[in-house]
């Protein structure tokens, strides 16, 4: 009975940390845009990315996909057994479960009577889980409808059907190819790293690509369909973590780049000592 008793509580908990959300989100990008907090994020030069993207995905088509159709056969069951457990790495779960919990974990509980600084803290690791679950989930799921509209043939089919069958919609995942969407998640997850651990941008970097390639290595997709995916997902995670920087919501834009604050706000530290403080206040 008392868990029963506590479902209301619980969600009104949950409503008044949206509304406090909202009302953050207006105060800081009204902050913003009156010239508050300074220079701006310094946009990557789009037109070039969008030239070498779609130039990858047009040799992919003209040169590689066919080749790569014929040669997945020829793979080793070694290398195969290893990339398809690389590939496990671009399962969107991996990050949408804990993101997910630390969004309703830490909303559930009683922030009352917890002192400025430790409700700091825990509302950073909130909007840290609410970037990371919207940037793998909307990536995610917004691919999927890309590739049902688009409707191309798998490599499963190429012996039939060859790499430039299409035939939309696709709703089986026989015809869910392009973009791949293993590649948009590991694209996602790219930045995500990215951005909170900058030093090891390249170790992200590599990974995510690695994973993408992995998708072609196990017969999944063609690289034409990988190239599309991590470029649309990263391109995804980097401009929600534009919007989130524009509203002073985690991110912030130092020297023209977005940053996490000097001030470290994701410190395990400091959650420690605000989850201490939570404990002791409930």
Known sequence: MSLLASIPRAIFRLKDQWKHFRTLRAVRSFQVRSGHFGAAVRHPDWLLILTVVVSLIAIGFLFVDQAAGHWKSTISPQTYAFFRTLTEVGKSEFLLVPAALAILLLGLLSWDHLPRSAKAVLTNYQLLGLYAFVAVAGSGISNNLFKMAIGRARPRHFDTLGPFHFDPPGLSSGFQSFPSGHSTTAGAMAV?????????????????????????????????????????????AWLLALWFANRRLLFRGEKGLIRLPSSRPLAISKLLKALHFLRHKA
Do not use: E, N, Q
């Open 192 to 236: 995500i790293f990215l951005l909170l651990f900058p030093r090891l941008k390249w170790i992200w970097l590599g990974l995510g690509l690695w994973v993408a390639a992995s998708r072609v290595i196990v017969g999944a997709h063609y690289p034409s369909d990988t190239v599309a995916g991590f470029a649309y997902g990263a391109s995804f």
